[in-house]
Every structure is written in C-alpha cells, then in structure tokens.
C-alpha cells in the first residue's frame, strides 16, 4: 500500500512564509507527478501547483511568483514553499500523486489527508 504524509500546515501572518512537505511511501516503482491542492470552506478542491518526474511544474494562477514546487525524486518526496501568504490561501493542502507499485503497472492516484494552512493576524 501507499502512504501520502503531509506536515507543515500552521497559523501564520499575511506576508509570512510556510514550507509544507509530504513522503510518498510504500511499493513504489515510480511516481509520475507530485502535487498539492488546497480547499477553503466552501470552495471545491483546486490544483495549487505540479511537478512532473521530469522537473515541469504547473502553477495555479493565484499562488504564481509566490509559490515554489520541488521535488525529491530520489526520497519520494515534495515540498511547497509559500510566501507572501493571503488570508485567501487559507485552505486545506492537501498532496497528491500519480504512482505505479511494483505490484501493479496502472497508474494509481492517491492522496494525503492534509495540512491545515490558516492565514490571519
């Protein structure tokens, strides 16, 4: 089976800064894409940034020149550094997947249960 673990979700200031990482492990034979979502109260759940295996990143509108994707391909792993953080990037963040076990060769999708992120003086 795979695990998603996410961790770094904290209160923080407008204009302050947070790193959130997440450990994709398990029988993993690859990982295809890493990623991290986030949902507010109320809103549905929406792509914040990727990055693929090959090191292309996509980058929702809202967080682009404020946030940065990477990836550790070696250690399974992705962090997401958040600066400048708004009251609006308060949300759930959630990481997510694309990954093929060795057991299988389909293309799974799998998610962590998230990180709280709350942005407020």
């Known amino acids: 089976q795979v695990q998603l673990v996410e961790s770094g979700g904290d209160l923080v200031q407008p204009g302050g800064s947070l790193r959130l990482s997440c450990a994709a492990s398990?029988?993993?034979?690859?990982?295809?894409?890493m990623g991290w979502y986030r949902q507010a109260p109320g809103n549905q759940r929406g792509l914040v940034a990727r990055?693929?295996?090959?090191?292309?990143?996509n980058y929702a509108d809202a967080v682009k020149g404020r946030f940065t994707i990477a990836r550790d391909n070696a250690k399974n792993t992705v962090s997401l550094q958040m600066n400048s953080l708004k009251p609006e990037d308060t949300a759930i963040y959630y990481c997510?997947?694309?990954?093929?076990?060795?057991?299988?060769?389909?293309?799974?999708?799998?998610w962590g249960e998230g990180t709280l992120v709350t942005v407020s003086s």
């Open positions: 997510h997947a694309l990954i093929t076990q060795y057991s299988s060769s389909r293309l799974m999708s799998y």
């Open positions: 398990g029988s993993i034979f690859s990982i295809n894409v």
């Open positions: 990055i693929f295996s090959d090191g292309g990143t």
